[in-house]
T-cell receptor
Framework: DTAVSQTPKYLVTQMGNDKSIKCEQN?????MYWYKQDSKKFLKIMFS???????INETVPNRFSPKSPDKAHLNLHINSLELGDSAVYFC????????????FGPGTRLLVL | KQEVTQIPAALSVPEGENLVLNCSFT??????LQWFRQDPGKGLTSLLL?????REQTSGRLNASLDKSSGRSTLYIAASQPGDSATYLC???????????FGRGTSLIVHP
């Protein structure tokens, strides 16, 4: 009964490819997030959706496009992958969009060759 | 722009010691502050969440305090155990935008 799950756990791909990472939460939360953790372990928010609506969109290349088919899912699609996209991507969720505890998924380790 | 700093970056202690991890932030207009634990190769686990109106939160051997005016939070770990070994991250949500800003973490090793 995993609360926040991500697939795949590992992703190794070539430069220029397009890939997607999926995230699902079974907590009934309204808000979901995507974070990127770089090689120096610095964690930075990329996007946040509240009830399928985009509420945070930090400065990320437009090759990254989040999609929320329903409030339990937030997928991340990446076009034309670059070497610098290699990182660990974490999905998270919270009940609301500000005050509440965030719950994180296990991460997707992306390596672009 | 909010900046979050965690000191020390790394800490190695013998089992049984009481520890203090520090988190400082530049913009005191925060909404809340959250402490997380990250084990190697894993996601983040929430430890404590302190709202801006609160001074401290406790959970078991953990106690987190918040001093908004000085831009500081501390995480106190009592009677440390080898199982406490992990990276500890603090995240601050700034009022208005709700965007969380993370520190770079303190990597803790507790040896038997």
């Amino acid at each position: 009964d995993t609360a926040v799950s991500q697939t795949p756990k590992y992703l190794v791909t070539q430069m220029g490819n397009d890939k997607s990472i999926k995230c699902e939460q079974n907590l009934g939360h309204d808000t979901m997030y995507w974070y990127k953790q770089d090689s120096k372990k610095f964690l930075k928010i990329m996007f946040s959706y509240n009830n399928k609506e985009l509420i945070i969109n930090e400065t990320v290349p437009n090759r990254f496009s989040p999609k929320s088919p329903d409030k339990a899912h937030l997928n991340l699609h990446i076009n034309s992958l670059e070497l610098g996209d290699s990182a660990v991507y974490f999905c998270a969720s919270s009940q609301g969009s500000g005050q509440e505890t965030q719950y994180f998924g296990p991460g997707t380790r992306l390596l672009v060759l | 722009k909010q900046e979050v700093t965690q000191i020390p970056a790394a800490l190695s202690v013998p089992e049984g010691e009481n520890l203090v991890l520090n988190c400082s932030f530049t913009d005191s207009a925060i909404y809340n502050l959250q402490w997380f634990r990250q084990d190697p190769g894993k996601g983040l686990t929430s430890l404590l969440l302190i709202q801006s109106s609160q001074r401290e939160q406790t959970s078991g051997r953990l106690n987190a305090s918040l001093d908004k005016s000085s831009g500081r939070s501390t995480l106190y770990i009592a009677a440390s155990q080898p199982g406490d070994s992990a990276t500890y991250l603090c995240a601050v949500r700034t009022g208005g935008s709700y965007i969380p800003t993370f520190g770079r973490g303190t990597s803790l090793i507790v040896h038997p």
